[in-house]
């Protein structure tokens, strides 16, 4: 192996320990990374910026500016106080109500988007009530990582492999991952009911406080919320439509977004710009130039020749194999960073003989989304939750979340296995 190679790992392997370890912000660390691949020579600047996929950092940009327009108009807070009221303030039935409504909004507003919209709505209903908010929280985790899933703006992993691979549109993810993650959903809320009902017991007086709740005032703009909806949904049909019309997803987005800041006006955009995650796009930059010296020096072909010759190139054992390692490696890795070095790894296998690769990229999409309930350093929408839930003094331990989320990946995931096998590979 050459020399290059053998640096470009060792500095992949000690960016990605400290990833996991969580010691620095993991974008100082994917930053570092990036940096060090081009200090070192591995890539020069013009072919880190190549390998840096402005399509996905677009599309993340344009749907957070859009969301977080719309969070200004209080409809997240009124759709949760809503759904509360209509659960007549029974625990049991409020916790199934916000896992729907999590599961929903992360399939068309993406899963780390929903749950920061979702969390302080969840902690002001649980207060009311007097419970435990973690089984609240946890059942969200799980319910915001199967919707987004579902479509191609879902979940981070999705909007990369959709980036990567131009012939899937958004309508390929909607047809291809909701039949399943609907399933999967369907299976879970009876076992969410099952594990919680006991520890979020509360009074009918209670019960009665949340009745009492106001939602219609809880929406401050009615005209802002008219134009968010307005271009929300116009961006949504972009999305179906953007094959059609030509255009990259990113585009629809970025597009969708500033429509919604030309018809808000100049004293939004300042506003809008802050509630831009860059910390989020900041690691994809940097992450995409560490992939980049994996690319370059041809260990990811190395990697798919390896793996090719495990599976003999056979699909349904190429299929399950990145299924199972998606998942498990998803569970404890960061979705993110695993499947940015996937991408290259199938992409070669196609350029080494295995024809069809459709169910490789479906493999890939569950095992990494679904995958990523398997731990609570699984995915973006875990860490910000337990975050978000620890300052509010109600930590979700590591250990306690594994309980209920580890084997929970492991049904999703033979659900998964019977389902690419039935629909891709007979």
Excluded at 114 to 139: A, E, G, W
Excluded at 158 to 167: P, T
Excluded at 415 to 423: D, E, K
Aim: glycine share 8%; proline share 3%; net charge negative.
């Amino acid at each position: 192996m050459e020399q290059q190679a053998i640096l470009a790992i060792g500095i992949f392997l000690v960016i990605y320990g400290f990833i996991i370890a969580e010691k620095i912000h993991r974008t100082i660390v994917a930053m570092i990374g990036g940096t060090l691949m081009v200090v070192f020579g591995i890539v020069n600047q013009e072919t880190a910026l190549h390998h840096i996929d402005f399509n996905t950092l677009g599309l993340l940009i344009g749907m957070m500016i859009i969301v977080g327009i719309t969070a200004e108009t209080g409809l997240f807070k009124y759709i949760a106080v809503f759904a509360a009221k209509k659960a007549k303030g029974e625990p049991v039935r409020i916790l199934v109500s916000l896992s729907l409504i999590t599961a929903v909004g992360s399939a068309f507003l993406d899963n780390v988007t929903t749950v920061l919209l979702m969390v302080p709505v969840t902690f002001s209903i649980t207060r009311q009530l007097r419970v435990n908010p973690v089984p609240f929280l946890i059942t969200q985790i799980i319910a915001s990582n199967v919707g987004g899933a579902a479509t191609l703006i879902g979940d981070p992993p999705n909007i990369m492999i959709g980036s990567a691979v131009k012939e899937l549109s958004f309508m390929d993810f909607i047809i291809n991952m909701a039949p399943l993650a609907i399933v999967v959903m369907a299976v879970y809320i009876p076992i969410f009911i099952l594990l919680f009902r006991k520890s979020i017991q509360t009074t009918d007086e209670l019960k009665r406080s949340i009745m009492e709740m106001e939602e219609k005032e809880l929406i401050t703009d009615r005209t802002l919320l008219r134009k968010c909806l307005t271009v929300l949904a116009l961006t949504i049909i972009g999305f179906f439509t953007h094959q059609l019309l030509h255009l990259e997803s990113a585009t629809v987005a970025l597009a969708g977004a500033f429509l919604l800041l030309l018809l808000t006006g100049e004293h939004m955009m300042e506003e809008a710009f802050t509630k831009v995650e860059w910390t989020t796009i900041f690691f994809f930059v940097g992450l995409f130039v560490l992939v980049a010296g994996l690319i370059e020096t041809g260990v990811i072909a190395m990697l798919a020749e390896k793996a090719i010759a495990l599976t003999g190139g056979e699909p349904v054992a190429t299929s399950m194999l990145i299924l199972w390692l998606s998942a498990i490696a998803s569970a404890f890795l960061d979705n993110i960073p695993f499947v940015a070095t996937m991408i290259p790894m199938i992409q070669e296998m196609g350029q080494m003989g295995v024809s069809n690769l459709e169910p490789l990229w479906w493999s890939l999409a569950l095992g990494a989304c679904l995958g990523g309930n398997g731990s609570l350093i699984g995915a973006s929408a875990n860490l910000i939750v337990a975050g978000m839930s620890g300052k509010e003094g109600h930590p979700i331990k590591f250990a306690q979340f594994l309980k209920y989320g580890f084997p929970l990946m492991l049904l999703s995931i033979v659900l998964s296995s019977i389902y690419v096998y039935l629909r891709y590979l007979i």
